[in-house]
């Protein structure tokens, strides 16, 4: 499957913004996505998941009650909306395909990528 992020942007400390990952290719509701996000200097680190069908999000601690992931199957789009932003959420932002049905954080587990889409929140 063919992944694109897209929606990044610049935004002030509280603002909001919405990532889409487009799917093409493949049966996109055959994929569990993954969104991933990397600073400068930092390893890749997981940021937020969603089942195959919808039913089941897990998200890093530190973005619990500020993001939610979602997804459309039928427009083969998953998205992350994004409230709250802090400065510290700065990072290009990565959405990932993992076919196998077993929850996780880790990169290398994810076997799709896209390009990633660069959020930079402002103070």
């Known amino acids: 499957v063919q992944l694109q992020a897209s929606g990044g942007g610049l935004v002030q400390a509280g603002g909001s913004l919405t990532l889409s990952c487009a799917g093409s290719?493949?049966?996109?509701?055959?994929?569990?996505v993954g969104w991933f996000r990397q600073a400068p200097g930092k390893e890749r680190e997981f940021v937020a998941r969603i089942s195959r069908d919808g039913t089941g999000t897990y998200y890093k601690d530190s973005v619990k009650g500020r993001f939610t992931t979602s997804r459309d199957n039928a427009k083969n789009t998953a998205f992350l909306q994004m409230n709250s932003l802090k400065p510290e959420d700065t990072a290009v932002y990565y959405c990932?395909?993992?076919?196998?049905?077993?929850?996780?954080?880790?990169?290398?587990?994810?076997?799709?990528w896209g390009q990633g889409t660069q959020v930079t929140v402002s103070s």
């Open positions: 290719g493949r049966t996109f509701s055959s994929y569990a």
């Open positions: 990932a395909a993992d076919s196998k049905g077993v929850v996780t954080t880790t990169p290398r587990r994810y076997e799709y």
